[in-house]
């Protein structure tokens, strides 16, 4: 028996008392593609194969997975309690309706994964690969895809209050109708992201690439477009950059004046399980206008 295998036995725990030992050593040992949906997965399994699997409503708790292959696998209402999953393979794997909570996918290859109506609150994306994912409706609270490649991801009506975007490379994102109150979205590239009918009220733009994004009908209140060039953004109207919070650098569509504001403006984000962290975008004060010009008479004395 392989490495990978014992590895594999190990972190398996069926917690179904009933099931006959002889098929609990099939599943384990790859005989069967389908594990029962009873199945709790803990320990470390690090770099296991279990790519094409059903893992239907399967429970990964405080498991090791990292850098572990589950290519095309089926997990759909699985739970993933404080796991980690780091640059494990998941691409094209069916994660919809899941429950994940606390866990790490830093690193992963999870193109094509499908996360609809997924919960996923205080989960780490950072770095990973979620080119072309579906998140729709999915619950991501807080979530971290800091550096991450959300390429042509839907995330429609997705729940990302709170969540960092911060250096995300998103082109052709579908965030329409999403909640992105309080996100930070600074330094990406949302060129050509659709965020229509999205709530962005406290989100932070600055520095971000929105060439050819979508607007239209998007809340603006209190969002910080600071230091932003939205002069090829489409959709926005002038009552939306009424609403938001400009610098001397932003860059509106033609016909089109953004508000400035002066101030700092601080972010802080607490995300379950980690610590505090804030960003700080610094809008600096208009310059002051210059003083009135001194009119002096000069009177000619006359000897």
């Not at 998103?170 to 229509?196: P, Q, T, Y």
Request: aromatic residues 6%; glycine residues 10%; proline residues 4%.
């Amino acid at each position: 028996m392989t490495t990978n295998l014992h590895r594999l036995l190990a972190a398996v725990l069926f917690l179904s008392a009933s099931a006959p030992i002889a098929a609990q050593a099939a599943a384990a040992a790859g005989a069967e593609k389908e594990v029962p949906r009873s199945t709790g997965f803990g320990g470390a399994c690090p770099k296991c194969e279990l790519s094409g699997r059903r893992l239907a409503g399967a429970h990964f708790m405080g498991a090791d997975f990292s850098g572990s292959a589950f290519v095309g696998s089926d997990l759909r209402e699985a739970h993933f309690l404080g796991s980690n999953f780091t640059g494990a393979n998941l691409s094209h794997a069916d994660l919809s309706d899941a429950q994940i909570l606390g866990t790490n996918f830093a690193g992963a290859n999870m193109s094509h994964v499908r996360l609809r109506s997924t919960e996923a609150r205080g989960v780490t994306f950072a770095n990973a690969n979620l080119s072309n994912a579906d998140l729709n409706d999915a619950q991501a609270t807080g979530a971290n895809f800091a550096k991450s490649n959300l390429n042509g991801a839907s995330l429609r009506s997705t729940e990302l209050q709170g969540a960092n975007l911060t250096r995300a490379e998103a082109r052709g994102g579908d965030f329409r109708d999403a909640s992105l109150e309080g996100a930070v979205l600074i330094d990406g590239n949302f060129d050509k992201a659709s965020f229509r009918s999205a709530s962005m009220s406290g989100a932070v733009l600055s520095g971000g690439s929105f060439d050819g994004a979508d607007f239209k009908d998007a809340e603006l209140h209190h969002t910080v477009i600071a230091g932003v060039d939205l002069s090829r953004a489409r959709g926005l109207a002038q009552d939306q950059l009424d609403d938001a919070c400009a610098d001397s650098r932003t860059r509106t569509p033609k016909g089109l004046v953004a508000r400035t504001c002066g101030a700092n403006t601080r972010v802080i984000i607490q995300q379950a399980g980690s610590p505090v962290w804030a960003a700080h975008v610094v809008i600096p004060p208009a310059p002051p206008a210059p003083p009135a010009p001194t009119i002096r008479r000069l009177v000619a004395a006359s000897n």
